[in-house]
């Protein structure tokens, strides 16, 4: 998907920048580049890709900062923690819900009922290792069936590279 077509930036105006914390300017390149994923193979199903849409392969550039959730009969289990993702976001080991902050577990509730994506920025203490950027994608097609959770590091300004 082009970064200027319709459906880019159809999927960018479906993003809640949840409590005022983060904008469409701190968004991270690799969150632009999964965003633009999501929406391609959304479209044309109302911006939210089912799981036949979106397969787990679709998503091997990001797998190592991702969590990955899906609906089952007992509830949510985390299928996908790649290893970044495990690093960034306190995770107590657990295979469900539980295993999130609440901060995180707040967020994926919002995602999971209002079906749109949401980025949010976690201060220090939601985290391991600083603050970091957490972009939460919902995946399904009558309901929300799995939840996509992307975390990456926010670098320090006047850190190298920056």
Known sequence: ME?????????LATVQFADG???WE????????????WARAGAGTLMVPSRDTLPL???SPWLSNLMVFDRMDSGWQKMLSGSAAAKLL????????????ETVR???????????PIHQMLP?????????????LPVG???????LIAAHPVPEFGSAGS
């Open 3 to 11: 970064a200027g077509s319709d459906d880019f930036y159809a999927a």
């Open 21 to 23: 914390f983060a904008s």
């Open 26 to 37: 701190e968004f991270m390149e690799p969150e632009w580049t999964l965003l633009a994923a």
């Open 57 to 59: 392969w679709v998503l």
């Open 90 to 101: 306190p995770d107590t080991g657990g295979e469900a819900w539980d295993c999130l902050s």
């Open 106 to 116: 707040h967020v994926v509730g919002r995602v999971e009922s209002e079906a749109r």
């Open 124 to 136: 220090d203490e939601a985290s391991h290792i600083g603050e970091a950027s957490v972009l939460v």
């Open 141 to 147: 097609i009558a309901i929300v069936d799995r939840i």
